[in-house]
Nanobody, 122 residues
Framework: QVQLVESGGDSVQAGGSLRLSCATS?????VAWFRQAPGNEREGVAA????????YYTDSVKGRFTIARDSAKNTVYLQMTNLLPEDTAVYYC??????????????????WGQGTQVTVSS
């Protein structure tokens, strides 16, 4: 079992920045950030989903978001810059000990955090 705890969500103006944190109870290799806006499906945003640590990003956040890991702290971060109103969502950290296929598929992750709200106003 792994416990995931997200933090860092807030309300910001468009163009602003936030850093989300996902603290895990132990090191776990495959970690992703998802988001879900009201009425929308849960969307994969970024992930570490290969053993070499190469990151994946969904197209809409490339160049604006960066996923990073501090292994000593068992923490994965999502640095978000140039935020847009369409980035408004609850952001979830997800993790698994195995890479089960497409990193974007939420069902491939066994462990989830409680979510943190990000609101971007125009």
């Amino acid at each position: 079992q792994v416990q995931l705890v997200e933090s860092g969500g807030d309300s910001v103006q468009a163009g602003g920045s936030l850093r989300l944190s996902c603290a895990t109870s132990r090191y776990i290799n495959f970690v992703a950030w998802f988001r879900q806006a009201p009425g929308n499906e849960r969307e994969g945003v970024a992930a570490f989903y290969t053993r070499d640590g190469s990151p994946y990003y969904t197209d809409s956040v490339k160049g604006r978001f960066t996923i990073a890991r501090d292994s000593a702290k068992n923490t994965v971060y999502l640095q978000m810059t140039n935020l847009l109103p369409e980035d408004t969502a609850v952001y979830y950290c997800a993790a698994d000990d195995q890479a089960r296929g497409n990193w974007r598929r939420w069902a491939n992750y066994n462990y989830w955090g409680q979510g943190t709200q990000v609101t971007v106003s125009s």
